[in-house]
């Protein structure tokens, strides 16, 4: 079993900056690839980026390529997601996953366990 727990969501004006933060305990972080996902209001959950955990290698979203990083930190059992450039359409739920493996995933159903989200805003 593995506990998620998003935090760094907030509101911010368009153009600007946050970094999430996805804690996970239970069992062994580095077994697992981890994504990050979102949510926007009367929209389908969409994949925004992941990583995997065996040689950190990352995809992303066409809608957030060279404006969003993912990293991770085996040491903390953390995974971040350094969102810059933020646009409205950046409004969502975001969501942190894992999934068992060393290679990461674009697709929501292979992931195993799921973070309650942390919401961000984007005022234009």
């Known amino acids: 079993q593995v506990q998620l727990v998003e935090s760094g969501g907030g509101l911010v004006q368009a153009g600007g900056s946050l970094r999430l933060s996805c804690a996970a305990s239970?069992?062994?972080?580095?077994?697992?690839?981890m994504g990050w996902f979102r949510q926007a209001p009367g929209k389908e959950r969409e994949f925004v980026a992941a990583?995997?955990?065996?040689?950190?290698?990352?995809r992303y979203a066409g809608s957030v390529k060279g404006r969003f990083t993912i990293s991770r930190d085996n040491t903390k059992n953390t995974v971040y997601l350094q969102m810059n450039s933020l646009k409205p359409e950046d409004t969502a739920v975001y969501y942190c996953?894992?999934?068992?493996?060393?290679?990461?995933?674009?697709?929501?159903?292979?992931?195993?366990?799921w973070g309650q989200g942390t919401p961000v805003t984007v005022s234009s």
């Open positions: 996953a894992a999934r068992r493996g060393s290679y990461y995933s674009s697709r929501e159903y292979e992931y195993d366990y």
């Open positions: 990583i995997s955990w065996s040689n950190g290698s990352t």
């Open positions: 239970g069992r062994t972080f580095m077994s697992y690839a």
